[in-house]
C-alpha cells in the first residue's frame, strides 16, 4: 500500500511539473505576441487543460497497454517508482536550463529503461513500444511540414489585406488558438500519468482491467492545472522568442498546425510531445515566414534534447531502477 501511495504521489508530481514545464509551450506564442498577458494565458491554459484532460483516455489507455507488460515483471512497482523519478528529474534539469524537451520522451524513455533493468528485454512491448516512439518522431516532422503549409495558405488568403489591420485582427484570434492549443495538450499530456497510475492499480489488484478511472483522471487533470498556474517562463522564453520573432499572424500559423497533429494523435491514442510539435510549428511556419529569420542555433539546441531524451532517461531509469532493487 504504501508503494502504491509513493506510485501515486510521483505520478501526480510527473503531472504538475509537466504543467508547468509543457503547457508553456501551448501559451508560448500567445505571451510573447503580446495577445495576452502572462497571468491571464496561464489562468487560461489552467482552464483548458483542466478540460482537454477529463474528457480522454485513449492516450492514458496506449500508456497503461502497449509500453512494458507488467505479467513478465514481478516487481512491478520498483519499475514504476524508477521510471517516475527518472523522468521528474530529466524535466526538472531540462526546465532549469530552459530547453524545451520532451516529457512524453522522458517517461517513454524511462518506463523501457526500468523495465529493462527489471527483468530484461522481453519485459518491454516492442511492438507497442516502436509505434509509440515513431508517433513522438513523425509528429515534429509532420508539425514541421503542416506550419510551413498552413503559412503559405495564411499568405495567399491574405496577401492583399493591410499588414497593421491584419496583426490586430490575428492578435484577436490568437487568444482562440492559444485555448485549442491548451485544450489539446490536456488531451494528450496528462493521459500519461493515468496511465502510470492505473498500471499501478492492476499491478496490486485494485482493479482487473487497464481502463481509466474517473477519480485517477480527474486527480491528474488537477495536478496538471496547478502545475500549469506556476507558469513556465522559462520554457515559455525560448520557444515564444528564440526560434523566430513571432508576430500574430505566425503565432496563429503555429497553433492552428499544432493543434491539428495534437488532436490527430490524440484520436489514435497516441502520445506525442506538445513540445516538439509545437516548437516544430513554429519552425515550419518561420520558414515559410522566412528562412533567415528563423534562429537555427535554437533548433538544433531542441532537436539534440529531442534526441537524447529517450536514451538518457533510459541509462538513469535503468540505474534507479537497479539501485531500487538492492533496498526494496
Known amino acids: ?11 501526480l508530481s510527473f503531472d504538475l511539473i509537466n504543467g508547468f514545464h509543457d503547457t508553456a509551450n501551448a501559451i508560448a506564442t500567445v505571451v510573447s505576441t503580446k495577445a495576452l498577458t502572462l497571468k491571464r494565458a496561464i489562468i487560461m491554459a489552467a482552464f483548458m487543460n483542466f478540460l482537454g484532460a477529463v474528457i480522454s483516455t485513449g492516450v492514458a489507455e496506449t500508456i497503461a497497454k502497449d509500453i512494458v507488460d507488467l505479467d513478465k515483471i514481478s516487481n512491478g512497482s520498483i519499475v514504476m517508482i524508477a521510471a517516475l523519478i527518472a523522468a521528474i528529474l530529466w524535466n526538472l534539469l531540462t526546465w532549469y536550463l530552459g530547453i524545451p524537451s520532451s516529457s512524453s520522451h522522458a517517461l517513454i524513455g524511462s518506463l523501457a529503461g526500468a523495465a529493462y533493468a527489471s527483468v530484461g528485454i522481453h519485459a518491454i512491448k516492442l511492438k507497442g513500444f516502436v509505434k509509440v516512439v515513431s508517433s513522438l518522431i513523425i509528429s515534429p516532422l509532420l508539425a514541421l511540414t503542416v506550419g510551413f503549409l498552413m503559412f503559405t495558405l495564411i499568405k495567399i488568403l491574405f496577401k492583399k489585406a493591410n499588414a497593421v ?46 481502463t481509466i478511472p474517473h477519480w485517477v483522471q480527474l486527480l491528474c487533470a488537477l495536478a496538471m492545472t496547478v502545475g ?36 490527430i494523435a490524440t484520436r489514435f491514442g497516441l502520445p506525442v510531445s506538445t513540445t516538439h510539435v509545437v516548437s516544430c510549428s513554429i519552425m515550419g511556419v518561420g520558414a515559410s515566414y522566412r528562412v533567415k529569420g528563423v534562429n537555427w542555433g535554437t533548433a538544433k539546441k531542441m532537436v539534440s534534447a529531442w534526441f537524447t531524451t529517450i536514451p538518457i532517461t533510459f541509462i538513469i531509469s535503468a540505474a534507479i531502477c537497479a539501485v531500487l532493487n538492492l533496498f526494496l
Open 1 to 11: 500500500m504504501i508503494l502504491l501511495i509513493l506510485i501515486i504521489i510521483l505520478a
Open 228 to 263: 500549469t498556474s506556476i507558469g513556465g517562463w522559462r520554457i515559455i522564453k525560448t520557444v515564444g522568442t528564440q526560434i523566430m520573432k513571432l508576430k500574430p499572424v505566425n503565432a496563429v500559423a503555429a497553433d492552428l498546425s499544432s493543434v491539428l497533429i495534437i488532436q
Open 165 to 210: 489591420k491584419a496583426n490586430k485582427g490575428f492578435r484577436k484570434v490568437q487568444v482562440l488558438t492559444a485555448a485549442l492549443q491548451a485544450f489539446s495538450h490536456g488531451t494528450n499530456d496528462a493521459q500519461k500519468s493515468m496511465g502510470i497510475i492505473t498500471m499501478a492499480l492492476v499491478s496490486y489488484g485494485y482493479q482487473t482491467e487497464m
